[in-house]
C-alpha cells in the first residue's frame, strides 16, 4: 500500500480539490492504448471505404511526378515548384486519412480523463532531470507492468498479424496479376481488413489498459487520514474566521428581523428583558407568527422601533417567556399558545377599531399552560415524565 514522506499509509480516496487541483496541474488518467486502438480502427474505415480513391490519386500523382518535361529538369525554379505541387497533391490524396487521424486522437483522448489544458503542465520541472528519480521510475511497479503489457501486445498483434497474414497470403499475392487501377481498389480493401483485424486485438488491450490506467491515476491521489483532516480544517477555515461569518450572520438576521418588526401587529413584552413581536393575517388562515424576537438591547430595540411605527406592547411576562423560548423567527406559534395570543389579538384589535370616546376593553390575563411555561431568562422548563 502507499505511503507518503512519513511513512503514513494512504488509504483513503482523493477528495474533489484534490482531483481538481491534480488537473490543474495537468494530472489526468490516458489510456495510450485506448489511442492506438482509434487510431487502428479509423483508419481500417477509412481505407475500406476511401482507399481505391487514395491510391488511385497517389497514382496519378506519381505519374505526373516522375514524367518531367527535358526543359524542367535543367530549370532549378520548375523541379522546386514541381516538387511543392507534388507534396500539395499527396496530401490532398491523403486527406480522409490524415483528418480521420487528427478527429481520432483527439476523442480517444477526451474519453479518458477530459479535456485537460494546464499551464502548470507547461512550466519546467528540474526533479525530472535528476537521475536518481529516472532510475526510481525505471525500476518501479508501474515499469514493471508497463513492460508486461508491452510484451503482451507486442505477442498478441504478432499473432494477428502472422494469421492475417497467412489469410491474405493469396489475395496479397494475386494483386501481381491485376490490373493497376483494379489492383490499387483490391489494395485497399485487404489493407483495410488488415487494419480491422489489428484493431480487435488493440480492443483487447484497451480493455485491460483503460480500467487499470484510471486505477493507477486514483491510486496515485489517495491521501492518508491525515491529509484528510487537514484538508477538511483547511476547506473549514480559521476559528476566529468562522467566528467572524457567524457574527456578519448575526447582525444580516438582525437587520432582517428589525425590518419586519413594523409589519407586526403586537410586541408582547417581560415588560423590559424580552420582546417578541407577533404579527396575523387572517385572511391567510394561519396562525401567528413570530417575526422578531429578542432580550436585553436587541428587545430594547425591537420596542422603539415598534414604537416610532405605532406597533402597540402588550405586557405579558409569563407569554414573552414562553414565545421566546418555544418559537423560532418566521415560525407559527405552538397550539397551546394559541389561546392566550388570540386574547391578545383580540384586545389590540378592539383597540385599534375603538373610537376615542369609547371605554377601553377589558385587559386580558393570558394564561400559559404549564409544559410550555420558561424560567426568566427565557429557558423552556423541562416536562416531567
Do not use: C
Not at 485491460?208 to 480544517?233: A, C, N
Not at 477555515?237 to 425590518?259: A, C, D, H, N, T
Not at 385599534?352 to 369609547?358: E, I, L, T
Request: zero cysteines; aromatic letters at 8%.
Amino acid at each position: 500500500m502507499a505511503e507518503n514522506e512519513n511513512g503514513q499509509e494512504k488509504t483513503e480516496e482523493p477528495s474533489d480539490k484534490r482531483l481538481r487541483e491534480a488537473r490543474e496541474r495537468g494530472q489526468v488518467a490516458r489510456s495510450r492504448e485506448l489511442g492506438s486502438l482509434a487510431l487502428t480502427a479509423g483508419s481500417a474505415i477509412v481505407f475500406l471505404v476511401f482507399g481505391g480513391q487514395m491510391l488511385g490519386s497517389l497514382a496519378a500523382m506519381l505519374r505526373h511526378a516522375l514524367i518531367i518535361p527535358r526543359a524542367e529538369m535543367f530549370d532549378p525554379a520548375a523541379m522546386f515548384a514541381r516538387l511543392a505541387s507534388t507534396f500539395v497533391a499527396g496530401f490532398l490524396a491523403l486527406w480522409p486519412f490524415f483528418v480521420a487521424a487528427v478527429l481520432l486522437a483527439l476523442a480517444s483522448s477526451l474519453l479518458v480523463g477530459g479535456w485537460n489544458f494546464s499551464t502548470q503542465a507547461m512550466a519546467p520541472n528540474l526533479d525530472r532531470l535528476n537521475p536518481l528519480s529516472g532510475l526510481k521510475r525505471m525500476f518501479s511497479m508501474r515499469s514493471a507492468v508497463e513492460l508486461a503489457k508491452t510484451l503482451a501486445k507486442f505477442v498478441l498483434i504478432l499473432g494477428i498479424a502472422i494469421g492475417l497474414f497467412q489469410a491474405m497470403e493469396r489475395d496479397f499475392i494475386g494483386l501481381g496479376q491485376m490490373a493497376l487501377h483494379p489492383a490499387l481498389a483490391r489494395s485497399a480493401e485487404l489493407l483495410g481488413w488488415a487494419f480491422l483485424g489489428l484493431s480487435m486485438g488493440l480492443l483487447v488491450v484497451a480493455l485491460v489498459d483503460v480500467p487499470f490506467q484510471l486505477y493507477e491515476y486514483k491510486k496515485g491521489l489517495r491521501m492518508t487520514r491525515q491529509e484528510v483532516i487537514d484538508e477538511f480544517k483547511e476547506m473549514e477555515g480559521k476559528p476566529e474566521i468562522k467566528q467572524k461569518i457567524r457574527q456578519m450572520q448575526r447582525q444580516l438576521s438582525q437587520r432582517r428581523m428589525m425590518e419586519a418588526v413594523p409589519t407586526a401587529d403586537v410586541i408582547i413584552t417581560n415588560p423590559s428583558h424580552f420582546a417578541v413581536a407577533i404579527r396575523y393575517l387572517p385572511e391567510r388562515g394561519d396562525a401567528p407568527v413570530v417575526v422578531a424576537k429578542g432580550v436585553d438591547e436587541i428587545a430594547l430595540t425591537i420596542r422603539k422601533i415598534a414604537t416610532a411605527h405605532a406597533v402597540p406592547s402588550f405586557e405579558a411576562p409569563p407569554l414573552a417567556r414562553s414565545l421566546y423560548a418555544h418559537v423560532e423567527i418566521d415560525q407559527p406559534i405552538p397550539v397551546g399558545l394559541y389561546t392566550a395570543v388570540a386574547q391578545v389579538l383580540a384586545y389590540v384589535f378592539q383597540l385599534k377599531r375603538n373610537s376615542p370616546s369609547d371605554l377601553p376593553p377589558d385587559r386580558p390575563e393570558p394564561s400559559v399552560p404549564d409544559d410550555l411555561l420558561a424560567d426568566e431568562f427565557g429557558r423552556g422548563k423541562p416536562t416531567s415524565g
